[in-house]
């Protein structure tokens, strides 16, 4: 673990850097908790979710549990603000902390004001000193969707022997994809068993139902992109502008990943057309007429793919890896990605093989695939449809899960 302790030595300007950003930009920050100064805490379970794709990823599993279990205390950790908003937002009932840094130091002091045997934790956040130091205070540690792209896995490669020391401390490993299983097996984990994909599961909130922002949009075609990153709005902007060309009142509902970039996302916009508005600053039923509306609010994904008849799931056009495709299929939106989706590799592959999904190479492709499709809405709805029932046959992984889990 020294290599470990070394880099992150190297790397503590930037963490404290990243928590005084944090404390400036958010004035509700807990900064104390990040160096593991916790007020003493008591949990039957103890979820750890990195951030808002997590926390909204663990929603099935914590209704689940609640249901089992009504009278049992719940911590939910999460390492970023908007995290710990998203969590505030969709489970006021549990206890928050934020995770302390990597720091041993930290992780001690934090584990000493914790009363709780059962971690989880939600995908694969292996913070080294965090696992060495929960397994030593005899918790139980469960990774839960657990997932590793081909990529990461050959960067644990490169460290055999600190790859095998982490991944024999968690207790098991539930995957998402037997693929996911076959990689961590060979990194050394023990008691890896494949229990599907959480997000399956996901209901579709009747908050969504209930508001129908489709309902509401009067635009011959809408379509969404959700979870852009930078390099991606522009080309995706660009494919409007021809969109806009054939259908002139055609709408892009364009929501980027990380809120600090939501300003300068709808500057750019600004630069391509002159009707752009914030979702913040007008409601859905006031649409018309815009060519695009900057999704500037947390927690409304499902609303912005829900308004669409097109979805791109975002993360895709570059090598960022892709998001989660489950939530428009759950919608049940025809879903176009690009070329780089490793991060959900089984899940984006079974959706195009099931025809729910169209993949496109480049931002060319993608171009003449959003035209094609705006004038085809049938062909729009068999997609939809398609993804739809493949998200449905994949659904019970949070029954596996839990089954799988000793809350004893």
Not at 87 to 103: A, C, G, N, Q
Request: aromatic content about 10%.
């Amino acid at each position: 673990m020294w290599l470990y302790r070394l880099l992150l030595l190297v790397l503590t300007p930037l963490i404290l850097v990243k928590i005084r950003r944090f404390r400036k930009t958010y004035p509700a920050y807990r900064a104390r908790e990040a160096f593991g100064f916790w007020q003493p805490v008591k949990a039957d379970i103890w979820i750890h979710c990195s951030s808002v794709g997590e926390v909204l990823a663990v929603r099935p599993l914590v209704a689940q549990w609640v249901e089992k279990y009504p009278e049992r205390s719940m911590l939910i950790t999460t390492m970023t603000p908007t995290g710990a908003e998203q969590v505030e937002k969709t489970f006021p009932f549990v206890i928050h902390r934020y995770l302390p840094m990597d720091w041993r130091c930290s992780v001690k002091r934090a584990l000493k004001q914790l009363d709780c045997s059962h971690l989880l934790i939600v995908e694969t956040e292996l913070w080294p000193n965090l696992l060495q130091q929960a397994k030593r205070k005899g918790l139980r540690i469960n990774i839960v969707n657990a997932r590793l792209s081909e990529r990461s896995f050959k960067q644990y490669q490169r460290f055999p022997r600190l790859s095998k020391r982490l991944m024999a401390l968690p207790t098991s490993f539930l995957a998402h994809a037997q693929a996911d299983a076959d990689r961590f097996s060979a990194l050394g984990a023990n008691n890896v068993l494949v229990t599907g994909s959480i997000k399956f599961d996901l209901s579709v909130p009747a908050s969504v139902a209930e508001q129908n922002w489709h309902r509401q949009m009067s635009s011959s075609f809408v379509w969404t992109a959700g979870s852009t990153h930078n390099g991606e709005d522009e080309p995706l902007l660009k494919i409007h502008q021809a969109l806009v060309e054939k259908y002139p009142d055609a709408l892009l509902i364009l929501v980027p990943r990380h809120p600090e970039r939501f300003q300068s996302v709808y500057e750019l916009a600004c630069e391509y057309f002159d009707h752009v508005a914030l979702r913040s600053e007008i409601e859905p039923a006031n649409w018309a007429g815009l060519n695009v509306v900057i999704g500037d609010s947390m927690g409304e994904l499902m609303q912005y793919y829900q308004a669409a008849d097109l979805a791109f799931v975002g993360g895709s056009l570059i090598k960022r890896g892709g998001h989660n495709p489950i939530e428009p299929a759950l919608l049940a939106r025809a879903t176009l990605v690009g070329p780089f989706t490793f991060n959900f590799a089984d899940i984006t592959e079974q959706l195009i093989q099931h025809r729910g999904a169209i993949r496109c190479q480049n931002a060319e492709q993608l171009q003449e695939v959003v035209i094609s499709l705006a004038g085809k809405h049938s062909q729009c709805h068999r997609l939809g449809q398609a993804a739809l029932r493949f998200a449905q046959q994949n659904q019970g992984a949070v029954t596996r899960v839990l089954s799988e889990i000793d809350f004893r």
